[in-house]
């Protein structure tokens, strides 16, 4: 594999959280089988083909990876959960920091076209075309905290508590861990009694838009903010159009894009 390929796809950075996370080959006792492949090889390759679009059959010989052992290996991380720890150091490390902007977070959705297979449905949208949504919940600063996949035609709304309950608690920069925000942004779409109720208990202020009263452009300079943060993570190729049959696996690399987008703000690269 070329190392500047390597290096852009898997930097020395986040391959120094990913690489303790990874669940070691264990060669059979009895001899043969799969030979050992570089973790820091496949997980380059998962990279490259999150980014790139590329079909797996299309993997490049110079990653040094065969076809069926990045698929399997992908699909064996996806399994062990690798995907959403990764996630949750690179928010750890921006925790500790300081980087992440608790004062609110804020929630939105993007519909995507699908193929084919679970978590899809008609988008209302696009005229009944099967499809399925991706679900964000940011910082203050539109950094993806959480992001989860659901069938198109599944309303906004019903993803609001499960974000919210699935938030990790990240490192702080002083005292212990932190899960709540101090204020919730969103659109009318997520507007409900219960849901106001609900936040309300739980300590968090929300600020929802009603139908009726509040336009969602009170949303103002929040609202430009998670508009741009669907937007970073659909822009990862692999995203653009849903190809993937099982929805777990779209999910991956969803939470993969929003990792390497976090990341990027960790060394201040350009999303």
Same mark, same amino acid.
């Not at 950094?143 to 709304?157: F, G």
């Not at 507007?191 to 929802?208: C, E, F, Q, T, Y």
């Given at each position: 594999?070329?190392?500047?390929?390597?290096?852009?796809?898997?930097?020395?950075?986040?391959?120094?959280?990913?690489?303790?996370?990874?669940?070691?080959?264990?060669?059979?006792?009895?001899?043969?089988?799969?030979?050992?492949?570089?973790?820091?090889?496949?997980?380059?390759?998962?990279?490259?083909?999150?980014?790139?679009?590329?079909?797996?059959?299309?993997?490049?010989?110079?990653?040094?990876?065969?076809?069926?052992?990045?698929?399997?290996?992908?699909?064996?991380?996806?399994?062990?959960?690798?995907?959403?720890?990764?996630?949750?150091?690179?928010?750890?490390?921006?925790?500790? /920091?300081?980087?992440?902007?608790?004062?609110?977070?804020?929630?939105?959705?993007?519909?995507?076209?699908?193929?084919?297979?679970?978590?899809?449905?008609?988008?209302?949208?696009?005229?009944?075309?099967?499809?399925?949504?991706?679900?964000?919940?940011?910082?203050?600063?539109?950094?993806?905290?959480?992001?989860?996949?659901?069938?198109?035609?599944?309303?906004?709304?019903?993803?609001?508590?499960?974000?919210?309950?699935?938030?990790?608690?990240?490192?702080?920069? /002083?005292?212990?861990?932190?899960?709540?925000?101090?204020?919730?942004?969103?659109?009318?779409?997520?507007?409900?009694?219960?849901?106001?109720?609900?936040?309300?208990?739980?300590?968090?202020?929300?600020?929802?838009?009603?139908?009726?009263?509040?336009?969602?452009?009170?949303?103002? /300079?929040?609202?430009?903010?998670?508009?741009?943060?669907?937007?970073?993570?659909?822009?990862? /190729?692999?995203?653009?159009?849903?190809?993937?049959?099982?929805?777990?696996?779209?999910?991956?690399?969803?939470?993969?894009?929003?990792?390497?987008?976090?990341?990027?703000?960790?060394?201040?690269?350009?999303?």
């Amino acid at each position: 594999m070329s190392s500047d390929l390597a290096l852009r796809l898997a930097p020395d950075e986040l391959w120094e959280l990913a690489e303790p996370l990874i669940p070691k080959f264990a060669p059979r006792r009895q001899g043969g089988g799969t030979a050992a492949v570089s973790d820091r090889a496949v997980f380059a390759a998962i990279v490259y083909v999150l980014t790139s679009e590329c079909a797996w059959r299309h993997l490049p010989a110079e990653f040094g990876v065969s076809v069926p052992t990045a698929h399997r290996r992908f699909t064996a991380r996806t399994r062990a959960g690798l995907w959403p720890r990764l996630h949750r150091a690179v928010l750890d490390e921006l925790g500790a /920091r300081g980087q992440v902007d608790w004062a609110s977070v804020i929630v939105d959705a993007a519909a995507v076209r699908a193929k084919r297979g679970t978590l899809t449905g008609p988008n209302p949208v696009d005229r009944g075309k099967k499809g399925s949504k991706v679900h964000v919940l940011s910082d203050a600063v539109g950094l993806p905290l959480v992001v989860a996949v659901s069938a198109a035609n599944v309303h906004d709304s019903q993803a609001l508590k499960p974000l919210l309950m699935a938030l990790p608690a990240i490192r702080s920069r /002083r005292g212990p861990r932190r899960r709540r925000p101090v204020k919730i942004r969103a659109d009318k779409a997520y507007h409900s009694a219960d849901h106001r109720a609900w936040l309300r208990r739980r300590g968090i202020v929300p600020r929802i838009a009603r139908p009726g009263i509040e336009s969602g452009e009170r949303l103002g /300079r929040h609202r430009w903010v998670i508009e741009r943060t669907p937007a970073w993570l659909l822009g990862y /190729r692999r995203l653009t159009i849903r190809y993937e049959r099982h929805g777990h696996l779209f999910n991956a690399f969803l939470v993969l894009a929003a990792t390497i987008t976090c990341y990027r703000k960790l060394t201040k690269q350009p999303t």
